[in-house]
């Protein structure tokens, strides 16, 4: 069985940076694009990144392009989220998911359509 464990949600200050890890275990997620979901309380979740297996193709949320960035370590089984010049509206829970396919595949599947979910890590971004 295939667990997500996400790491390294805090609170911070606005314009500082942080740096998520997501370590899956159970399986190595060949052919897996790893993806980071958020959900702010009363929105819905949304995909801000995503990168496929092969790491040749990421997807990013326009709402976080230029200042996030996706990576995975594909030997480690793990996928990392380097979040710089945080704004008050990043606050958010951060979810780590897979799905089988592409990077580009993730960002039009449904949330649900997702294989695997880790429990999610806070991040808050005082102004």
């Known amino acids: 069985q295939v667990q997500l464990v996400e790491s390294g949600g805090g609170l911070v200050q606005a314009g500082d940076s942080l740096r998520l890890s997501c370590a899956a275990s159970?399986?190595?997620?060949?052919?897996?694009?790893m993806g980071w979901f958020r959900q702010a309380p009363g929105k819905e979740r949304e995909l801000v990144a995503a990168?496929?297996?092969?790491?040749?193709?990421?997807y990013y949320s326009d709402s976080v392009k230029g200042r996030f960035t996706i990576s995975r370590d594909n030997a480690k089984n793990t996928v990392s989220l380097q979040m710089n010049s945080l704004k008050s509206e990043d606050t958010a829970a951060y979810y780590c998911?897979?799905?089988?396919?592409?990077?580009?595949?993730?960002?039009?599947?449904?949330?649900?359509?997702?294989?695997?979910w880790g429990k999610g890590i806070l991040v808050t971004v005082s102004s």
């Open positions: 159970g399986r190595t997620l060949r052919n897996y694009a």
């Open positions: 990168i496929s297996w092969s790491y040749d193709s990421t």
């Open positions: 998911a897979a799905r089988w396919g592409t990077a580009q595949a993730m960002a039009v599947s449904p949330t649900d359509d997702m294989t695997y």
